[in-house]
């Protein structure tokens, strides 16, 4: 940014997200934006001024480098129908410190629709997009092949060892419906909690972040050391509405996935949303999410 004699004020480094705020300087009157090595491209820019900014931006806080919880979703909107009684109860709620990762989201509409519905869901800290591509159950082999689970097992422990969650909440192990993409995921969340405390396992990232050992893998409809999430409760933050309620209306923000006939469900019904079992642990598993996790590791 630079004032009305050409001096510069201010240099940000812009990290490639769907969307990218900075706020100018009330003196500024020039502001370049210049592409990286790897080149850039921009959909559109703007510039608002004063007072609240228009959706679908939202003011995310930058992920800190230690995190309570983190969701590992597949597919942008695997996060609420499958696991979508977290953030509303723990993160919004109850206050606990947590992100999401998404595995699969190579399109804008769908990076957009993913944030729209994890802010709706009270998600505050910015989420994270692995940029794997999303193959239908059907596709061909030769586009199945383009998802590589090395490649996933690797990036999932290097976002447990830069991100270093205490809690990890993942997906099914028979891939909720079956599909063959959560079913990798679920397998590589579980097989990350070993890895990413053991340096020998790609030591580029161990050297860059350090290892780390997450205390709890809670996977969606495990049937061992189970744990029901209370999705009736009434939710401050929302203002009285349930965790159903909310997750309800943030499905609503995927707008590109409402022909289908997903829908969010919770209880004791097919795929609820509230339904978790520890699958990995090296505490013992308590009542609730955090029960038995030594208090230094969470948030203040």
């Not at 921009?42 to 608002?48: L, M, P, R």
């Not at 969650?165 to 590589?188: C, I, R």
């Not at 909690?193 to 290892?211: H, I, N, R």
Request: proline share 6%; aromatic share 12%; charged share 25%.
């Amino acid at each position: 940014q630079y004032d009305a004699d050409g001096t510069l004020l201010r240099s940000d480094t812009l990290l490639p997200y769907p969307e990218t705020i900075t706020p100018l300087l009330p003196e500024s009157r020039k502001a370049v934006v210049q592409a990286g090595e790897a080149g850039m491209l921009t959909q559109f820019c703007a510039v608002y001024g004063p007072g609240e900014l228009p959706d679908p931006f939202h003011e995310w806080q930058e992920t800190p480098d230690h995190l309570d919880y983190l969701l590992i979703s597949t597919h942008p909107d695997d996060d609420v129908l499958f696991l979508g009684s977290v953030v509303p109860t723990y993160g919004a709620e109850q206050g606990y410190i947590g992100s999401i990762v998404y595995v699969t989201c190579d399109t804008r509409i769908r990076m957009t629709e993913a944030e729209n519905g994890a802010w709706a869901m009270g998600l505050r800290y910015r989420p994270v997009f692995f940029g794997l591509p999303d193959v239908r159950q059907d596709a061909p082999k030769e586009n199945k092949d383009k998802f590589q689970y090395d490649e996933l097992l690797t990036l999932t422990v290097r976002a447990y060892r830069s991100l270093r969650p205490v809690v990890v909440f993942a997906q099914d192990v028979n891939g909720e419906y079956g599909h063959w993409q959560h079913k990798l995921t679920s397998k590589a969340a579980r097989e990350a909690f070993a890895l990413a405390a053991d340096p020998s396992f790609d030591p580029e990232s161990a050297e860059a972040y350090g290892t780390w050992q997450v205390q709890k893998l809670y996977l969606h409809l495990y049937p061992e050391n189970t744990l029901m999430i209370d999705a009736h409760a009434e939710l401050s933050f929302f203002g009285g509405l349930d965790a159903y309620q909310v997750a309800r209306a943030a499905y609503k923000k995927h707008e590109s996935q409402q022909a289908f006939s997903f829908a969010v469900r919770r209880d004791d019904k097919d795929y609820a949303f509230n339904r978790f079992g520890m699958a990995e642990g090296v505490v013992p598993v308590g009542e609730d999410v955090f029960d038995n996790v030594e208090p230094s590791l969470l948030s203040d």
